[in-house]
């Protein structure tokens, strides 16, 4: 069973503060995808990594791929209000569906 | 253009009874993909549907099924309801099954209260 591991799973942090999420498996995925919930709706597609090693810049979001394949990250520069939600990881692995971490809880408080 | 649609959004049932969730995934997706989110276990895939066809199955009992129809809206319906299964519903479609690179769109969710 493949399983993505994120940490931390609740950050709190001041208003322009810089932040590191996480997202960790032992196995190796073909794409990872990054998602960002807002309560009482759905999660909404923020990136998908393919190449080992792989980054990509959205606004104040960087978001990597490891090298191997088996984890990612996402940084975010100077955190706004705005960032607050809840940040899934997700890996593809053929034609398989894709298997979600539990989530990072982010707060942004201003 | 339109995005997933979910009904209802809200939905309080007692235990026992059947309940079936309704899906409309984006015009010209195919695939659609169902999944339970709580807080404890995050989100956690049910089942996908790929030209009326159940292509994956997840871990989930007997009672939880699906199915798609041609203009490739889905349906699950979960049956002798427990406790547990109060969650948020979620369905994404999307144009292709399985691959990470075909991308997945969400909608709202169902929100399932079991009492």
């Known amino acids: 069973t493949q399983l993505l591991e994120q940490s931390p799973q609740f950050l709190s942090i001041q208003e322009g503060e810089n932040l590191t999420v996480y997202c960790n498996s032992s196995s190796v995925f073909s794409s990872l995808q990054w998602y960002r919930q807002e309560p009482g709706e759905g999660p909404v597609l923020l990136v998908t990594?393919?190449?080992?090693?792989e980054v990509k810049k959205l606004k104040r979001l960087t978001f990597q791929f490891g090298d191997a394949r088996k984890d990612s990250s996402l940084h975010i520069t100077a955190a706004q209000p705005g960032d607050t939600g809840l940040y899934l990881c997700?890996?593809?692995?053929?034609?398989?569906?894709?298997?979600f971490g539990k989530g990072t809880r982010l707060s942004v408080i201003a | 253009k339109a995005g997933v649609t979910q009904t209802p959004r809200y939905l309080i049932k007692t235990r026992g009874q059947q309940v079936t969730l309704s899906c409309s995934p984006i015009s010209g997706h195919r695939s659609v993909s169902w999944y339970q989110q709580t807080p404890g276990q995050g989100l956690q895939f049910l089942f996908e549907y790929f030209s009326e066809t159940q292509r994956n199955k997840g871990n989930f009992p007997g009672r939880f099924s699906g199915r798609q129809f041609s203009n490739s809206r889905s349906e699950m319906n979960v049956s002798t309801l427990e406790l547990g299964d109060s969650a948020l519903y979620l369905c994404?479609?999307?144009?292709?099954?399985?691959?990470?690179?075909?991308?997945?769109?969400f909608g709202q969710g169902t929100r399932l209260t079991v009492v």
């Open positions: 994404a479609s999307s144009l292709r099954p399985g691959t990470g690179e075909a991308e997945a769109f």
């Open positions: 990594v393919v190449t080992g090693g």
């Open positions: 997700a890996g593809a692995s053929g034609n398989t569906p894709l298997v």
